[in-house]
């Protein structure tokens, strides 16, 4: 049985991995930690789980991976990095929600996130967690960062047009739906229901974050660079992703 702790189990991408784990017949909850909520029960700020586990919420500190197998990194893009060094040397295999190490050329993170990468030698030992494309070096690696909701949709749907030179690659268009949880549980005018409900909004529009990852990949399959033309939408639903592909097949 695998010992697994979460660091930053409050938000929606912790509550829900909390809720997948605590009925999982392998697994055994460890420590549980959240930097605003600390000392409060989970149940306290998620009370859906109330009755499933019975946690005192912590600090983040470096002995956290030192008590755990799999330490769930559920933090903020450019808060994961902060930490992963000295999470590292704990010893556990660390799977990382945010975009920190997705991204295998640090400059390239710098310009999509505003911020340059504290520790870009850490990137070249991450593996980028889609198991139908690395199944493989994600079995042997201390860290993992899991893709993305909207490249996973992207790749998932184009990797197998893109292993065969059938595709126009300067014409592949990538339009998707996405649910208002996406965009986190802290506060903003654009999902609040009067704001969200019975409208559907496009955002990000040439400058989403997820475009570089979405080629990152299809690059590497394709085995030569190319670009998406990538166009998010706001739906007024809880959760879900709906993402629609389209390509110029170059035969008949």
């Not at 660091?7 to 930097?35: F, N, Q, S, W």
């Not at 799999?70 to 930490?83: E, G, N």
């Amino acid at each position: 049985m695998a010992q697994v702790s979460i660091a930053g189990a409050t938000g929606y991408t912790g509550i829900e991995l909390l809720r997948l784990l605590v009925t999982h017949p392998d697994v055994e909850i460890g420590t549980l930690t959240a930097e605003s909520q600390a000392g409060k029960n989970i149940a306290e700020v998620a009370p859906s789980l109330a009755g499933w586990i019975d946690r005192t919420l912590v600090k983040l500190t470096p002995d956290v991976a030192k008590e755990c197998d799999i330490l769930f990194l559920a933090l903020p893009h450019t808060t994961s990095m902060k930490h992963v060094p000295a999470l590292l040397q704990g010893g556990c295999r660390i799977i990382d929600l945010s975009a920190d190490y997705r991204l295998r050329d640090a400059a390239v993170y710098g310009e999509w996130y505003q911020t340059p990468h504290l520790n870009p030698e850490v990137i070249k030992e991450a593996v980028y967690g889609l198991p139908e494309l690395h199944r493989e070096q994600i079995k042997g690696a201390q860290l993992v960062a899991n893709p993305g909701c909207y490249p996973t949709g992207a790749i998932l749907a184009l990797a197998p047009f893109m292993t065969v030179d059938w595709v126009n690659v300067k014409s592949i268009i990538v339009d998707s739906k996405s649910g208002v949880s996406g965009a986190g549980r802290t506060l903003s005018q654009t999902t609040q229901f009067c704001e969200a409900d019975e409208a559907v909004s496009a955002y990000g529009l040439g400058e989403h974050r997820h475009t570089p990852e979405i080629e990152q990949e299809l690059s590497g399959l394709a085995g030569k660079s190319l670009t998406v033309t990538f166009s998010p939408h706001l739906m007024p639903m809880k959760r879900g992703l709906l993402t629609t592909a389209y390509i110029d097949l170059k035969k008949e």
